[in-house]
């Protein structure tokens, strides 16, 4: 299309060059189009004469041929004199094509055009019509969306992927696809996992095959699923068409020995040794199993005295050398005769292996294809060694962070103890970890020397401590044989596998962490323990915490004193550490209808952790808690209910006013805990010697109630004390607190209740005085009486003696003038009679008191 748009161009160009004249005409406005092939697409051209008016008949063409793309590619337009433009209309036809982008031009001609009248510029436009109608084409897969295939015996098989290109097959087109599933990687089962497949231009359908690959390894039904991912080139991806299930029905059942090794005694008479197809290590059912599978074994004996002879040190007991499992079986035993002679022997070994090539039917051969049977040894006189038996008995394990020095393991020597021996040993890792042995134990290998009569040697290892969390690590001790000096033997067992112990708390170490963040909270929705933990070290594989929340009322924090139901959860609870998180937090709600006693404490115990998704190896350390278990958050009174009482119980005095008509009395109220508001109600009661004389007279109110506000710790009952002119003795009413309004509010034991006393007043036991006829003064001579009478007046209610004497105290002029007179209750007057001694000595006056 360039080139043809450049030839019509220079066509334009002669034509005009040979034009002259003062009129003009050209396409004005936009000469440029990219559309879409739709129904409504028009594209709108404008024709513009400038200079002297004139009547012009423009035409619009298409170059090339109609390719119908275009409802009209011809157009013809009127411009008379008296305008200046006119505008043409093109219409995009829209068809059912797949079609790639396409380049079209439409120039400008004059029909007949008259002298002076020429083509300006510019006299063409090009229209591109974008891709249309999948014009590079659908990808799908053209196939069943369900394929089952059996993985293939010692070859490799194709599954053909079928995949078509519908609509357009315009341009190179490319599709990503990727196989997932399993459970095993798919790249271990197909080949390739993912990758690109490639539609050449014009290609429709393309066939790929996917390699299923011969892996050896014993697997159930395996479900993979092809999907197309993505697409380059401007095709698309029928979502609805774009996976295919692949299932690898269950092969390789895998055969071997149910364990390695046997140690018998030579009067076990028969040894059964298990072979066990379709099991995991774990006993679990794996590969296929709906046909017979055989396979055959040979039995490996040597010439020395360490190995057992068929036929003299023991015998098959099988009819033939060919084990067989039918349809469903998974195990078979074997079974051999052990000859019990009276020869001297150390250990005696011999082998029995499953023949790889033998094996018929769906299943592959897995460790332990072999294995090892020792007759145990007897009365050698230069004695066995072997790692000592006793370490068989469990695991040998290392704790790296308490053991520097370990000397546990042994190695025994049996039968005959006569001469010096000497072996040597050496220790490898037992796992894929390649750093060497000595960075963790010294030394990796040395000679064990046994003295004459020695029966047992010891390993001296150095454990190295280091600042590192690991998991468990196995360890492979072995004695070599041909290293012996001395004439002793080595038998079975010659090897040990053991363990260092997971070390710097590989799982975590939990601990209360910050000490800080543990408290009691309480906000407007309720009150609730905030608790924090920490996992600190190492934060390998997820843990479960388990903690208890007790509530310990005010005194010892005793765990024999604590309740529970002070929380809206259970006191016990499960915390989960998932792994790499080193820390988490707790909001434990408070019940709002709980007493929290002001003093009292949430006792918080960790009580236990444990490693939820590892299993390892042997026991571990860790996850382990903190040297912190436990803490007790004490409940303050911001936090704490109200424990409400007076603030002491002692009886409190009262006097009846004198310089008013009443005066009021606050007695203090005290509430330990000031969480919310609670109202006390309390009451008046007469008690003491004369309840009855108390009445409203006296004092009031006779009861009431005190508000606490939130916050509020301390507030008064006040009691006003009324004053009157009756002579009164001491007046005692009982106050006592009766309840409380809200229901997580107490009132404080041996603090409800206090005695008011009203102090005596008004004079009750009265005011003695002389009469006023008996104030004298009086003249009287030697052998004469007088009567001085007194009167009681005020309070006559309590029994009074009064003390009177005539002064001078030391005359001795009357019988009787000193004594005690006793006025009883109610009695208001007494007479005193006084009479003059005879002694004839002149006196002066002498005066009478009380």
Same mark, same amino acid.
């Given at each position: ?12 160009a002669?034509?005009?060059?040979f034009?002259s ?14 559309v ?8 709108r051209?404008?024709?513009?004469? !400038?200079g ?6 423009a035409?619009?063409s ?6 119908g793309d ?9 411009i008379p004199d008296t305008e200046?433009n ?6 995009v ?12 031009i ?7 055009p008259?002298?002076g009248i020429?083509l300006?510029?510019?006299?063409s436009v ?6 249309n109608? *999948?014009?590079?084409?659908i ?10 295939v059996?993985e ?6 194709f599954?053909?992927?079928t ?5 357009g097959?315009?341009?190179t ?6 196989v ?5 990687p ?11 497949? !490639?539609?050449?231009p ?9 390699t ?11 479900i ?7 697409v ?11 996976t295919v299930?692949?299932?690898i029905?269950?092969?390789?059942s ?14 076990a ?6 072979v066990?197809?379709g099991?995991?290590d774990s006993g679990?059912l794996?590969?296929?199993?709906e ?5 055959c074994y040979?039995i @490996? ?5 360490a190995?057992?002879?068929l036929?003299l040190?023991f ?8 084990i067989?499992?039918?349809?469903q ?6 079974k /051999? ?13 011999f082998?029995?292996?499953? #023949?790889?090539?033998t ?22 006189p230069y004695g066995?060694l ?5 370490l068989?008995a469990?695991?040998?394990i290392i704790?790296?962070?308490?053991t520097?020095?370990?000397?546990g @393991? ?12 000497s ?13 060497p042995?000595?960075?963790d134990?010294t030394?990796?290998?040395g000679v #064990? ?30 004695i070599?044989?041909d290293?012996?000096?001395?004439g002793a033997?080595?038998?079975?067992p ?14 975590g ?8 963040n543990?408290r009691?909270?309480?906000n ?5 323990l905030s608790?924090s933990f920490?996992?600190?070290r ?7 915490l ?9 005194g010892?924090v005793d #765990? ?5 139901g002070?929380l809206?959860?259970?006191?016990r609870?499960?915390l989960?550490f ?7 937090s707790l909001?434990?709600?408070i019940?709002n209808?709980?007493?929290?006693q ?9 009580e236990?952790?444990?490693?939820v998704? @590892?299993?390892?190896p042997?026991?571990s350390?860790?996850?382990r808690?903190?040297e ?7 409940i !303050?009174p ?5 424990e ?6 002692l009886p ?7 310089d ?22 309390w ?6 010697l004369n309840p009855?004389?108390?009445t ?5 109110p006779? *009861?009431?109630?005190?508000?606490f506000?939130?916050g509020q710790?301390d ?7 009324k004053?009157?002119d009756i002579?009164?003795?001491n ?8 309840r409380v309004?809200v ?16 102090m005596?007043?008004?004079d009750?036991?009265g005011v003695?005085?002389?009469s006023?006829?008996s104030?004298?003064p009086?003249?009287?001579?030697e052998?004469?009486s007088?009567?001085?009478? @007194?009167?009681r ?10 003390r ?12 009787? *003038?000193?004594?005690?007179?006793e006025?009883?209750?109610?009695e208001?007057?007494i ?8 002694d ?6 002498? /005066?009478?008191?009380?």
């Amino acid at each position: 299309m360039p080139s043809a748009c450049l030839l019509v161009n220079l066509l334009l160009a002669l034509f005009i060059s040979f034009t002259s004249g003062e009129t003009e005409v050209k396409f004005t406005g936009q000469t440029e189009f990219v559309v879409h092939e739709t129904s409504t697409t028009v594209i709108r051209l404008v024709i513009e004469r !400038t200079g002297e008016p004139a009547n012009i008949t423009a035409i619009v063409s298409i170059y090339g041929e109609n390719t119908g793309d275009f409802f009209d590619t011809y157009a013809a337009t009127y411009i008379p004199d008296t305008e200046t433009n006119r505008t043409v209309y093109i219409s995009v036809c829209d068809d059912d094509l797949p079609e790639a982008d396409e380049m079209f031009i439409f120039y400008l001609t004059l029909q007949k055009p008259s002298a002076g009248i020429k083509l300006g510029s510019p006299r063409s436009v090009t229209v591109t019509v974008l891709s249309n109608d *999948n014009a590079f084409g659908i990808i799908s897969f053209n196939m069943s969306a369900l394929i089952t295939v059996n993985e293939p015996r010692g070859r490799n098989e194709f599954v053909p992927l079928t995949l078509i290109r519908e609509k357009g097959t315009y341009g190179t087109v490319t599709v990503t696809f990727e196989v997932e599933g399993g459970p095993n990687p798919a790249e271990e089962d197909l080949s390739p996992a993912k990758g690109n497949i !490639t539609f050449p231009p014009g290609r429709a359908v393309l066939i790929y095959n996917l390699t299923v690959l011969d892996d050896q390894i014993p697997e159930n039904d395996e479900i993979f699923n092809v999907h197309l991912r993505s697409v380059e080139g401007g095709a698309e991806i029928n979502t609805t068409r774009n996976t295919v299930q692949i299932t690898i029905k269950k092969n390789d059942s895998p055969v071997r020995f149910s364990q390695s090794a046997y140690m018998v005694p030579e009067e076990a008479d028969v040894l059964t040794i298990q072979v066990v197809r379709g099991k995991d290590d774990s006993g679990k059912l794996i590969g296929s199993d709906e046909y017979e599978v055989s396979v055959c074994y040979i039995i @490996i004996t040597g010439n020395s005295t360490a190995h057992a002879q068929l036929n003299l040190d023991f015998l098959d007991l099988q009819p033939n050398m060919t084990i067989v499992f039918p349809s469903q079986v998974h195990e078979s035993d074997m079974k /051999f005769k052990i000859f019990d002679d009276a020869i001297p022997e150390i250990a005696e070994t011999f082998q029995i292996m499953l #023949l790889k090539d033998t094996l018929q039917g769906d299943a592959v051969l897995i460790s332990p294809s072999i294995v090892h049977v020792t007759i145990k040894p007897n009365d050698k006189p230069y004695g066995v060694l072997s790692i000592n038996s006793v370490l068989f008995a469990q695991v040998v394990i290392i704790d790296e962070d308490q053991t520097s020095r370990f000397e546990g @393991i042994t190695v025994a020597r049996n039968g005959g103890t006569h001469g010096n021996v000497s072996v040597t040993w050496i220790i490898t890792r037992n796992s894929s970890d390649p750093s060497p042995v000595t960075a963790d134990i010294t030394p990796a290998s040395g000679v #064990l020397h046994f003295a004459q009569g020695q029966m047992l040697a010891s390993l001296p290892l150095n454990i190295i401590s280091d600042d590192f969390p690991e998991e468990a690590e196995p360890y492979l001790l072995r004695i070599l044989a041909d290293t012996l000096q001395g004439g002793a033997e080595v038998s079975e067992p010659a090897e040990l596998l053991f363990y260092i112990q997971d070390s710097d708390d590989i799982y975590g170490l939990m601990e209360f962490y910050p000490l800080e963040n543990q408290r009691i909270e309480s906000n407007p929705t309720g009150r609730f323990l905030s608790l924090s933990f920490a996992r600190q070290r190492g934060t390998v594989g997820v843990v479960r915490l388990v903690y208890i929340v007790l509530y310990v009322p005010a005194g010892t924090v005793d #765990l024999e004193r604590a309740k529970d139901g002070i929380l809206n959860v259970s006191g016990r609870g499960i915390l989960i550490f998932p792994e790499g998180k080193h820390q988490d937090s707790l909001n434990l709600p408070i019940r709002n209808d709980a007493f929290l006693q002001n003093g009292a404490h949430f006792l918080i115990q960790m009580e236990r952790v444990e490693l939820v998704n @590892i299993i390892p190896p042997i026991p571990s350390i860790s996850p382990r808690l903190g040297e912190i278990r436990n803490i007790s958050l004490r409940i !303050t009174p911001d936090i704490a209910n109200g424990e409400i009482g007076f603030t002491s119980n002692l009886p409190i005095i009262l006097h009846e006013p004198e310089d008013s008509t009443a005066t009021m009395v606050s007695i203090a109220l005290h509430r330990d805990g000031t969480d919310g508001q609670a109202t006390v109600f309390w009451s008046l009661k007469p008690s003491g010697l004369n309840p009855k004389a108390v009445t409203y007279d006296d004092l009031s109110p006779f *009861n009431g109630s005190v508000l606490f506000l939130s916050g509020q710790s301390d507030t008064t009952i006040n009691i006003t004390v009324k004053a009157d002119d009756i002579p009164e003795m001491n007046e005692t009413v009982t106050l006592t607190l009766d309840r409380v309004s809200v229901e997580n509010e107490i009132l404080k034991s041996g603090f409800t209740s206090c005695e008011l006393i009203i102090m005596e007043n008004d004079d009750p036991g009265g005011v003695f005085e002389f009469s006023s006829s008996s104030r004298g003064p009086y003249t009287i001579k030697e052998g004469e009486s007088v009567e001085l009478q @007194i009167v009681r007046s005020k309070g006559t209610l309590i029994k009074q003696f009064l003390r009177y004497s005539v002064e001078p105290r030391d005359s001795n002029e009357f019988y009787g *003038n000193t004594g005690i007179l006793e006025f009883k209750p109610g009695e208001r007057e007494i007479v005193i009679t006084l009479l003059t001694r005879m002694d004839g000595v002149p006196e002066v006056k002498v /005066f009478l008191y009380t």
